[in-house]
């Protein structure tokens, strides 16, 4: 019976000690603050039989237990309040909390009147007192079941919607409060009645504590192992430096020379303590320790890449084989798309968490740009957008632009993010930040050499087109000249007409030839800087001009479907950019119809049509391999392409979507997926307003390249 008397007193300490511990971690953080306080009216309640037993005169013991039974009456609403902060049920603290602080004071104002509790009784067993209850103690006795179980509710619901050491944490808590229910039924049945004999609900509520203590600190501010490794270290330390002096003092009775000793070994034993923990803390954190210097020298090493794909790869593959984390992906931000586009992740089995493009305005990226550090998956919250299970997300900021983000899944075995990971992770996003920009500079300065060269080749193919349109004129000259004398000479029928054959075959041979330098030059000349007055005729002729050989060089057949009245189709453009437009089409065409069987037709269809008297649409289809749809806008997004890395870097479609977007058309593709062709749409607006006169101003303009 001692034991079940004393349970009270020996729950009061622990669970102060609990709750205080708790608070002293972080004493700004609610969920802290209210456990202590929860704690202590726990406490203070849980003593009140306790002191009923041991105090000889029984109205004090009333008093006491009256004064115990106050803490009990807030103890409902200090539990509600504790749960509404850590499911973030925000809009029910406002609703009800005040209601229910009200009923708690009303509880408080009974507690030390009869209504409440009206004596103390040997119930069950002549030594043992408890509680008689009052009529308000049934409203107090349902009041707090009613809490309890809504706040199991709240959990539940929490347990449901959050993810990690939230979901964790929520599940330790759920499981506490059960037997913390357990313990209150435990006490009440005794309190009532119902069972005869005494309760033991202090035991039970020691457990309730330690788990709910557990859960806090292992799953929000410390790593519980580390706390107890220091404890306990710290124990055996002075343990020793104390207890050695005073067992030698003891058995020799000789004080002088163990108090010299005591004071030797207290000199010493910060340092000893110093030593053994950073020790121990190095076994036990040797393998975060080793993936946060391999994540440093990262950081340190990634400047030196060049090139932003073999960048973003080389962090994605690094950071899941150091830190050992179930996937990584990086996003970056494309400024002309207004979106956030998924640029590399691993493993490839995790593709479906990872949506292909993030909105700038999404809710993900709004909460990074306001937090500028390391955030985690509960810190962020649940998004629609992305599966942040247990993980991390990096953002890269270059001062307050965030040019992307880096999502990483769970470590091994759940373990949560520590502070110094938050900072091992904050360092390297200030590299990443730096290792793009410079990725992008050496880019930005490899586009300018290549512009640079294409420049001095276009230059030099208008150059030699010009060269070549020179004999071309001597030869068709001088085949005339020879039509003209051998119709003057008395020569064979047969042979006359087998003479005129051959020049009428030169003369052919050298028009088209003339006409296809003629379309490189003028492919080649100065482009205005502005829209100018254009026929859509010119730019049809000199397109097929220019490519009708090369159509016929990869064996494709090419159907032609255009309008009767094309050359009264008027537009304002650049001739040149809306040539380059269907001449990325046509390679893209040609290429796609490498993958045609042998001995079927490979067939490209040129197609103009008048939508109505402001519209005309050009399409350019073939029965290639096919576009997959979900890829049909995918594809002129910069750096995207189909073809093998040697082959193209994915600047053609993206750069004829810049050009018909200036020209203030549309373009798109539409595809019935693999292996079934594909066609691309041009869309563009006809000039109405557009005179005779207006053709021949000279066009006067920077170079197309």
């Not at 009200?102 to 007192?129: D, G, H, M, Q, W």
């Not at 880096?406 to 938050?422: E, R, S």
């Not at 003057?488 to 330098?517: C, H, V, Y």
Request: some cysteine; charged content about 20%; glycine content about 6%.
């Amino acid at each position: 019976m001692k034991i079940i008397v004393w349970s009270g007193i020996f729950s009061l300490i622990i669970n102060l000690i609990l709750g205080f511990f708790v608070y002293i971690k972080n004493r700004k953080n609610p969920v802290n603050i209210f456990f202590c306080l929860l704690s202590i009216a726990i406490a203070f309640w849980s003593v009140g039989s306790s002191m009923a037993n041991i105090i000889p005169d029984k109205l004090i013991a009333l008093w006491i237990l009256r004064w115990c039974y106050a803490n009990g009456a807030i103890l409902p609403s200090l539990f509600l309040h504790f749960f509404s902060i850590i499911t973030l049920e925000t809009k029910f603290r406002t609703k009800i909390l005040k209601t229910s602080y009200l009923f708690s004071l009303l509880l408080i104002s009974f507690a030390f009147t009869p209504f409440f509790v009206k004596n103390i009784s040997p119930r069950f067993y002549p030594t043992y007192f408890i509680s008689v209850p009052g009529y308000i103690y049934y409203f107090f006795t349902l009041f707090f079941s009613l809490c309890g179980i809504y706040g199991i509710c709240l959990l539940i619901n929490s347990i449901r919607k959050t993810v990690g050491y939230k979901k964790l944490q929520a599940k330790y808590f759920f499981f506490a409060t059960i037997i913390a229910l357990i313990a209150a039924v435990e006490y009440f049945s005794s309190v009532f009645g119902i069972k005869k004999f005494p309760p033991l609900d202090d035991f039970i509520l020691i457990i309730y504590f330690s788990l709910m203590t557990y859960a806090i600190l292992k799953y929000r501010l410390l790593d519980i192992n580390i706390a107890l490794t220091r404890a306990g270290i710290f124990a055996f330390v002075y343990l020793f430096v104390l207890g050695l002096p005073l067992w030698i003092g003891y058995t020799t009775k000789a004080w002088f020379p163990s108090t010299g000793l005591a004071i030797l070994l207290a000199t010493s034993g910060p340092f000893i303590y110093q030593r053994l923990r950073k020790r121990a803390e190095d076994v036990i954190l040797k393998e975060q320790k080793r993936y946060q210097r391999a994540l440093l020298d990262l950081s340190k090493t990634m400047t030196r890449i060049r090139d932003l794909d073999k960048l973003l790869h080389a962090i994605v593959l690094n950071v899941v084989d150091t830190v050992k984390v179930s996937f990584a992906a990086v996003y970056l931000k494309d400024e002309d798309y207004k979106f956030y586009r998924l640029k590399h992740f691993f493993p490839s089995k995790e593709k479906s968490g990872f949506p292909e493009f993030i909105p700038l305005e999404a809710q993900l990226t709004k909460t990074l740009s306001q937090a500028k550090k390391p955030l985690t998956a509960e810190e962020i919250g649940s998004q629609d957008k992305i599966s942040l299970d247990s993980g991390l997300v990096i953002p890269c900021f270059m001062e307050d632009n965030l040019l992307g983000f880096m999502v990483m899944g769970a470590k091994p075995n759940n373990q949560m993010y520590t502070p110094d990971d938050l900072i091992v992770f904050e360092t390297l996003s200030y590299s990443t930040s730096l290792a793009i920009e410079n990725c992008r500079f050496w880019q930005e300065i490899e586009d300018h050499q290549r512009k640079a060269r294409i420049a001095e080749m276009d230059l030099f193919s208008y150059s030699v087109a010009h060269e070549i349109d020179n004999p071309m004129t001597i030869i068709k000259g001088h085949a005339d000249l020879i039509k003209k004398m051998l119709l003057g000479l008395n020569l064979p029928q047969d042979k006359l007409k087998e003479l005129m054959e051959s020049l009428d075959f030169i003369l052919d041979a050298q028009e088209r030839t003339s006409t296809m330098i003629k379309a490189i030059e003028d492919y080649g000349k100065p482009v205005p800087a502005d829209l100018v007055p254009l026929k859509l005729q010119d730019v049809l002729t000199g397109f097929l001009s220019l490519y009708l050989a090369h159509f016929k060089h990869h064996g494709v057949y090419l159907d032609k479907e255009l309008p009767a009245n094309l050359s009264y189709i008027y537009l304002r453009g650049i001739k040149q950019e809306l040539i380059q437009v269907l001449v990325n089409l046509s390679n893209n065409a040609i290429h796609a119809l490498l993958g045609v069987p042998e001995g079927e037709q490979k067939c490209i269809s040129l197609k103009a049509e008048l939508l109505n008297p402001d519209w005309i649409r050009i399409s350019l289809s073939d029965n290639g391999y096919g576009i997959a749809k979900e890829n049909l806008e995918a594809i002129f997004v910069p750096f995207t392409t189909t073809k093998a890395s040697t082959e193209g870097r994915g600047m053609g479609l993206h750069t004829c979507r810049k050009i018909i977007t200036r020209h203030k058309g549309r373009i798109w593709a539409e595809s019935e997926g693999k292996g079934k062709g594909a066609a691309f749409f041009i869309e563009l607006p006809i000039a109405k307003d557009i005179s005779e006169e207006e053709f021949k101003k000279e066009d006067k303009g920077k170079r197309l390249f």
